[in-house]
């Protein structure tokens, strides 16, 4: 698994400070700082790992592996994926290489559909790497909290279940913040090798009720795209 918090660093994921990041090129100039995300993710998380049970270190390789695939522009400072073999698909449609996801960047391949553009509250074809970030760093000024909530098997297929959530406290393509929590929650298979780097990833979720809960506040009784992550909504 992804190697433990290093000193000074963040307390969830590896591979940020420290002597291995020494010749890191980082897509901003600089490491990424979760501070602010980190602190909702403590405050609403409904999880409380141990350190060190398989749970907190899948945990762990998510974040760490988000965070690289985000920050880090060379496949050799990547240090949780296997860059000449990864692969990312979503709710069960083309898988993508890693070249592929670095180009469009993570929000565009999370949110790919086979919707006809008309009826798509955001369109992952018309945006770029750059336009996609600051959607939804715009609409989640405070971030966008990930959590692991189940485990069902350990390496070298290791399946999970997780929750993904923040606060529209800004606007979103030209809809005003409703200051609501927008989730959901879904599976996500990571297929690692020996060394525990990223194969491969296949996640699942509803797209759908996720991107209507920027439109007008979600439903506090039933939830915000909390439904089995089946490919309903694609």
Sequence with gaps: MAAAA????DKYRSFIHGESERDTVWRYGAPPNYDVVNKLFEAERTQVWPEGSLEEKVQRLLKTWEMELVHKVRPEDQKTVNSAKYTASTNGMKALSRAEVMAIGGYNNFLRTKLPP????????????ESSMATFLTAFPRGFAIEVLDVYSGPPKIAFKFRHWGYMEGPFKGHPPHGQRVEFVGVCIFHVDEEMKVEKSEYFYERGNFLASFLSPPDAASGSGSGCPVMQGN
């Design 6 to 9: 290093e000193v000074g660093g």
């Design 118 to 129: 008309e009826h798509r509250i955001f369109d992952p074809d018309q945006e770029t790497l």
